[in-house]
């Protein structure tokens, strides 16, 4: 643990005090202003029946509301998810990570230091078995088949947690329209990791200016704003990135008999579609096994929807 530590410390130095290569996001930041202002909204939703045949398995799914903000002159993000854990007992029946139900607000504040861009904040989260009947009847309301609760087994007790989430990243700009961000993050409280990782946006808008990172899919959802994006060169905007984490002791395992991997691994692929002050946005990520004895890696799917003001 204290190694990773250092490496991922050293990265964020690393990313600060770098070179002169690197860019601000296309639109120039506003003026400092007091009070508080609305900037836009995103709305986004993971899940693993979108391109895992409706497996219904482990990270099965998700949806959180983003609502950007200006406070005090700083923009910030106001982030509200929730989101579904489950075994798959059918084919892994005692060789299986525990059901945890999620729902979590988070405050992130943004801001730059020495042309880096840094992100951080506090999250509240409370596990809570009783969400699963949630889960449970939109099952049976769209007929899904997969999910018998009563065989899930024990679930992940119920109880609150705060997060402590961070991330310094730095934009570079690739002639003639793409643009690499490398990143370092970690989360100490709940899902405790340290990571580091790289995002290559290909199209004329680069990286949004408004955006969020789901903790899940790692996908790096846009809301471009209007000016963000030319007349003549608006259109689609390609993302690809990966991460690398090494985990330093989850709240996700207590019961199940099973422990994380030390380490895992997050590749992903995005397409964006500005259309004036609206984002569309679809994603699709791998995500290699999370924990001792996982059969295989999966794969989840994304949609989003951003408006911004």
Excluded at 19 to 38: F, I, L, R
Excluded at 206 to 230: C, I, N
Excluded at 251 to 267: D, H, I, S
Excluded at 288 to 305: C, N
């Amino acid at each position: 643990m204290p190694r990773s530590i250092v490496f991922v410390v050293l990265s964020c130095l690393a990313l600060i005090v770098a070179d002169g290569t690197a860019a601000q996001s296309p639109e120039a930041a506003p003026p400092a202003v007091s009070g508080w202002d609305h900037l836009g909204v995103l709305v986004h939703s993971h899940n693993d029946y979108l391109i895992d045949g409706g497996r219904d398995r482990w990270r099965t799914g998700g949806a959180t509301l983003v609502q950007f903000l200006r406070l005090a002159g700083a923009e910030a993000e106001l982030r509200l998810r929730g989101e579904f854990i489950t075994p798959w007992n059918s084919l892994q029946a005692g060789i299986d990570r525990p059901p945890a139900a999620i729902a979590g607000a988070a405050l992130l504040a943004q801001g730059h230091l020495g042309g880096a861009e840094i992100k951080g904040g506090l999250e509240v989260l409370h596990v809570s078995e009783s969400f699963f009947t949630f889960q449970s009847a939109l099952h049976d309301f769209f007929s899904l088949r997969g999910y018998d609760y009563a065989a899930r087994g024990d679930a992940v007790a119920d109880r609150n947690y705060v997060a402590l989430h961070a991330e310094v990243a730095r934009v570079i700009t690739l002639p003639p329209n793409a643009a690499l961000r490398p990143f370092a993050a970690f989360e100490a409280g709940f899902e405790n990791y340290s990571r580091v990782g790289v995002d290559l946006a290909i199209g004329q808008g680069g990286f949004a200016r408004l955006s969020s990172r789901d903790p899940v899919s790692g996908l790096l959802v846009p809301a471009y704003r209007p000016a963000e994006m030319t007349e003549a060169g608006a259109g689609f905007v390609l993302t690809v990135g990966g991460d690398l984490t090494r985990d330093h002791g989850s709240n996700l395992y207590e019961k199940g008999g099973v422990l994380p991997t030390p380490q895992r691994m997050r590749l992903r692929l995005g397409l964006a579609r500005p259309v004036a002050a609206w984002t569309f946005f679809a994603g699709v990520v791998h995500l290699s096994p999370e924990f001792e004895g996982q059969l295989e890696p999966q794969s989840i799917g994304m949609l989003a929807l951003a408006r911004t003001f």
